[in-house]
């Protein structure tokens, strides 16, 4: 009997840790999910990268951390960027023309889902840390953070140009 | 079955001839130092032409000597390659260009000990050129112990004059960085601006035709003009309409017209014939030449082409 207690219990636990982990996740998701981040340029990287600063705003400062990456690719596909300080020139998005997020939108549902393959287009610059003026407190339940990321910008390209989103220069020629 | 199998083969050949064929004409492109950096740096070459001090810039000079130049050169053909659009090198045509004429000057028939034939208008024609110009400027800023460099693109449509893609700035200023660094970067934080802007100008190409510039002269012996009346009006005018209608979307402007020439500009030809062929200006001139010479105007004439986007019709003979 007091086995079986047990057993149930333990059972319950991994049951909430799972259902917790997946709450947090969706609420991650939810805090994010307009894509509403900001990109700036954060000097020139080696050849076919981008460095980039994504600032994701979030309730969560985990979650603003964590969906970085995410609206970093994004924000290079869709968004571009407007240039500015350390010799950074402004960059047009990878794909200009606005209806193709509908229009591929089973490609970008599957590319950008968790653990997706925009994965392989980003990393962290920084060790993980964020610097103290990149955690900003926006509003009374609103977090600004900024976190410094790598984009694999030329094989983002050609991946794009493989699924024809995007036009290669060479193409029609 | 058999004859299945043979209708399959033929159809598949059909559809790759015409994917083959129905490839426009790439441009070609090529880095070229400007004149302004030519003259800042010294290559430059100088002839007195009848009084006037022309100053023209000496590439193989530059090429031979300036080692920061053949690094961003390279640097820009390397990137361009990366896209699928590798550049014509100036120092490698330059170097053809040379031995080819060395070779010509040796060359005799074994028959009859002749040489190779050469009008002036060849040897005129004998510079290393590209369809679009890429035309690099840079120049050093120093503030103090600070320096920058400021990096300017230009891709010029050799035909056209006209600046089809550019990408121009300034770079972060440094105190420590070296001048190689400094324009590695500069190219690294400019290439992607100016393949932006090539596309645009590529993408414009597909949607409206290409441009080119389609000259008529006429020879001093002939004994018409371009105001000769025809059934359907004035020469001038009849080829006004010839283009009018062969044009993509009616688009052309007629820049000068006289009684002996005629100058027509932003001519936007399709890029493929009704046959689905490329098509480029001597291609698409040669249409009008045919025109001309055909009934009721007989007129014989001489087409004369410069790369893909220039032509000109000389009539009143070959």
């Known amino acids: ?173 | 079955m058999k004859k299945i199998l043979q209708l399959g083969v033929s159809i598949t050949f059909l559809l790759i001839s015409v994917t083959v064929f129905s490839q426009a004409k790439k441009p070609t492109l090529m880095v070229v130092p400007s004149d302004v950096w030519c003259v800042k740096n010294g290559y430059i070459m100088t002839f007195n032409d009848q009084g006037t001090i022309v100053k023209i810039p000496d590439y193989k000079k530059a090429l031979q000597e300036n080692s920061e130049l053949l690094q961003v050169i390279s640097h820009i053909n390397g990137m361009m390659a990366e896209r699928g659009f590798p550049l014509k090198n100036m120092e490698s045509a330059i170097k053809t260009l040379n031995s080819n004429a060395a070779e010509d000057n040796l060359r005799t028939s074994k028959n009859s000990g002749a040489g190779i034939n050469e009008s002036p208008i060849d040897a005129f024609k004998k510079v290393a050129k590209a369809d679009i110009i890429i035309q690099l400027t840079w120049t050093v800023n120093k503030t103090g112990p600070k320096k920058s460099v400021t990096f300017n693109l230009q891709g010029l449509d050799s035909y056209t004059d006209k600046q089809v893609a550019t990408a121009v700035g300034t770079g972060a200023p440094s105190f420590s960085a070296e001048l190689p660094v400094l324009l590695s970067e500069a190219v690294l934080a400019h290439m992607d601006t100016f393949t932006e802007s090539l596309q645009t100008h590529f993408d414009d190409m597909f949607e409206n035709g290409r441009e080119i510039i389609v000259r008529i002269q006429t020879w001093d012996d002939w004994d018409g003009d371009l105001e000769t009346e025809y059934d359907d009006g004035e020469l001038g005018d009849i080829i006004e309409d010839w283009l009018a209608d062969n044009t993509v979307k009616g688009r052309f402007s007629t820049t000068d017209i006289t009684e002996s020439m005629a100058l027509f500009e932003q001519v936007r030809i399709p890029l493929y014939n009704e046959k689905n062929r490329a098509i480029d200006a001597r291609r698409y001139t040669r249409e009008l030449s045919k025109f001309l010479k055909s009934e009721p105007y007989n007129i014989p004439n001489k087409l004369v082409m410069k790369g893909l986007g220039r032509a000109t019709i000389i009539l009143g003979g070959k």
């Open chain 1, 1 to 173: 009997m007091k086995f079986k207690n047990i057993l149930i219990l333990a059972i319950l636990l991994v049951l909430g840790t799972n259902v917790n982990a997946q709450w947090k996740k969706n609420k991650a998701n939810e805090d994010t999910k307009i894509w509403r981040y900001d990109l700036e340029c954060e000097g020139i990287a080696k050849q076919g990268s981008k460095l980039v600063k994504v600032w994701s705003y979030s309730k969560n400062p985990k979650h603003a951390i964590s969906r970085g990456m995410k609206n970093a690719v994004h924000g290079i596909i869709f968004k571009g960027y407007a240039g500015g300080g350390q010799g950074c020139t402004p960059l047009k998005p990878l794909v200009k023309s606005v209806d193709k997020e509908e229009k591929f939108k089973a490609f970008f549902d599957a590319f950008f889902a968790d653990g997706g393959e925009y994965l392989k287009y980003v990393s962290a610059a920084t060790d993980g840390s964020i610097a103290p003026g990149d955690r900003l407190k926006v509003s009374r339940r609103e977090y600004k953070i900024g976190v410094i990321v790598n984009i694999q910008f030329d094989q983002l390209r050609k991946r794009l140009e493989s699924e024809g989103i995007s036009k290669g220069l060479a193409s029609g020629f």
